[in-house]
């Protein structure tokens, strides 16, 4: 099953997205500019072999809910995602906040 929730943070909107599948879930949280997504972003595949693609995106791990993704530490980002500001600590929401 596949769902997509419209969330509002400080009034910007972004795309909640979760995928169920056997034995794991997909989580995402977007907008037009970058996304956090659960652990099963490979942050070194999108710092290396796309990095021509310049993708804004962080990744946080042990998040079971979009709710969870939300104010989970971020593990790991971007090269790009650092160029707006987004740290390795930071919350899924405030590094949200920086892709506004």
Do not use: W
């Not at 599948?21 to 949280?29: D, E, S």
């Not at 990744?59 to 090269?79: C, D, F, Y």
């Amino acid at each position: 099953m596949v769902s997509m929730t419209p969330i509002i943070i400080n009034g910007h909107t972004f795309t909640a997205v979760t995928v169920l599948l056997p034995k794991t879930t997909l989580l995402t949280v977007s907008n037009d500019k970058g996304y956090i997504m659960c652990g099963a972003l490979d942050v070194a595949l999108l710092n290396n072999v796309l990095a021509d693609r310049k993708i804004i995106a962080g990744r946080a791990v042990g998040v079971k809910t979009i709710e969870q993704l939300l104010k989970a530490p971020l593990e790991s980002i971007t090269k790009e995602a650092e160029t707006l500001g987004i740290h390795v600590g930071m919350i899924g929401e405030e590094a949200l906040l920086k892709m506004v």
